[in-house]
């Protein structure tokens, strides 16, 4: 069965460095899809940024780049320059058949001024 | 602006009692999905729908009844059947034929029992 795994339940980074938020993944299938969300204590899904399993650049969008170790099933997110707006829970999310995700757990993410 | 509407914000359940969630979307999309979110935990997946007329349930469907009549709307009937309903709620859409497209979401709805 695919499951994701987000070890990290919550971090703590100073405003304006780097953080890096994992992520692991268990599929069976050769191609798949991993997707990152963010979301504030408003509640909506925000998304960041989607890597697909034959992409073979890491993707990178603004301040986010996505960490991809395909041999290591591993799609860790790295933010980078943090600011404290980015204070949210944050989910990595695998796409199945018919175009559904599964999620992990989250990570809430806490940055300190 | 394109997107995603639930309504409402809050709701509330007696005991017995069915609710209706709203979700309307006016992006076009094919696709649309029903999400349960618990405290401190990720969402999981309760219905789906990939063209009118038609869904599929997901990992928790058990309690939850869904209908597809128009492209646009998707409401999750939550029945006196789903004896822990209290969760937020979050519908989703995404545009059929591209899986590398990512879903859209609504702003939630939260249910909590009276």
Known sequence: ???????????????????????????????????????????????????????????????????????????????????????????????????????GQGTELSVKP | DGGITQSPKYLFRKEGQNVTLSCEQNLNHDAMYWYRQDPGQGLRLIYYSQIVNDFQKGDIAEGYSVSREKKESFPLTVTSAQKNPTAFYLCASRPWGDSNQPQHFGDGTRLSIL
């Open chain 1, 1 to 103: 069965a695919q499951k994701i795994t987000q070890t990290q339940p919550g971090m703590f980074v100073q405003e304006k460095e780097a953080v890096t938020l994992d992520c692991t993944y268990d599929t069976s299938d050769q191609s798949y899809g991993l997707f990152w969300y963010k979301q504030p204590s408003s509640g909506e899904m925000i998304f960041l940024i989607y890597q697909g399993s034959y992409d073979e650049q890491n993707a990178t969008e603004g301040r986010y780049s996505l960490n991809f170790q395909k041999a290591r099933k591993s799609a860790n997110l790295v933010i980078s320059a943090s600011q404290l707006g980015d204070s949210a829970m944050y989910f990595c999310a695998m796409r199945e058949g018919g175009g559904k995700l599964i999620f």
